[in-house]
């Protein structure tokens, strides 16, 4: 916000689901337009994949930004990333995980060294 100010703290914030996906896109992929002048509405040509992993989501954007726009981008980057929120660890996999060793645990309580 320009003026510095924040969000109150009684702003509801939904918790994403593990069924949601986020997509972050550069102006190249929203500005593209066809032969005719029409915008490529990602939202609108990504619905056959929303349910996907965010690679197929990618890839999908992929082939289907070109094949919108005629072949070529004509202005700016066209950079995409899908993000989503995997799976709880199995039980099985939890079990089966080793411990990392702390090599500062009997520092607790002393100055913490410099770790570049």
């Known amino acids: 916000m320009a003026n510095g100010s924040r969000l109150p ?3 509801p914030r ?3 689901s593990r069924r949601d996906r986020l997509l972050l ?3 190249g992929v929203i500005e593209a337009r066809d032969r005719d002048g029409v915008f490529y509405l ?3 040509r990504a619905v056959p994949c929303v349910e996907s992993s965010p690679e197929t989501l990618l890839h ?8 919108h726009v005629g072949g070529r981008l004509d202005r700016g980057d066209a950079a995409h990333v ?3 929120r995997p799976p ?6 939890v079990r089966a995980a080793v411990p990392v060793p702390n090599r500062y645990a009997g520092l607790m309580g002393r ?3 410099y770790v570049a």
């Open 9 to 11: 703290s009684t702003t």
């Open 14 to 16: 939904p918790a994403p």
């Open 25 to 27: 896109y550069t102006e």
């Open 42 to 44: 990602s939202a609108e």
């Open 60 to 67: 999908h954007i992929r082939r289907d930004l070109p094949t």
């Open 82 to 84: 899908a993000i989503h």
């Open 88 to 93: 709880p660890p199995t039980e099985e996999a």
């Open 111 to 113: 100055a913490m060294p």
